[in-house]
């Protein structure tokens, strides 16, 4: 079985930071890419941020220059530092990855999500 768990949500005034991490934990044989995703009340889950084994990074354009996703592959942990916060980046901010339980098995985790509410 693998987990992946979030952490590091909070309240914070807009133009502020939070850094959210994610460590997966359990039979784990490697991990491809990691992701952030968050969801808003009423809106779709959407992608923010993705990264690579190797540190390859995309970005949703409305995070763009602002969020910075990165890993520890050692620590099988992915974190999202979000500078300039706004108000609309309100949301359930949650973590997946991409694990390989086995040399040919994938499987793709979720996290139970973390609040991140950003107050004007």
């Known amino acids: 079985q693998v987990q992946l768990v979030e952490s590091g949500g909070g309240l914070v005034q807009a133009g502020g930071s939070l850094r959210l991490s994610c460590a997966a934990s359990g039979s784990i044989f490697s991990i491809n890419a990691m992701g952030w995703y968050r969801q808003a009340p009423g809106k779709q889950r959407e992608l923010v941020a993705v990264?690579?084994?190797?540190?390859?990074?995309n970005y949703a354009d409305s995070v763009k220059g602002r969020f910075i996703i990165s890993r520890d592959n050692a620590k099988n942990t992915v974190y999202l530092q979000m500078n300039s916060l706004k108000p609309e980046d309100t949301a359930v901010y949650y973590c997946?990855?991409?694990?390989?339980?086995?040399?040919?098995?994938?499987?793709?985790?979720w996290g139970q999500g973390t609040q991140v509410t950003v107050s004007s």
């Open positions: 997946n990855a991409d694990v390989l339980i086995t040399a040919t098995v994938l499987i793709q985790p």
């Open positions: 990264i690579t084994t190797y540190g390859s990074t």
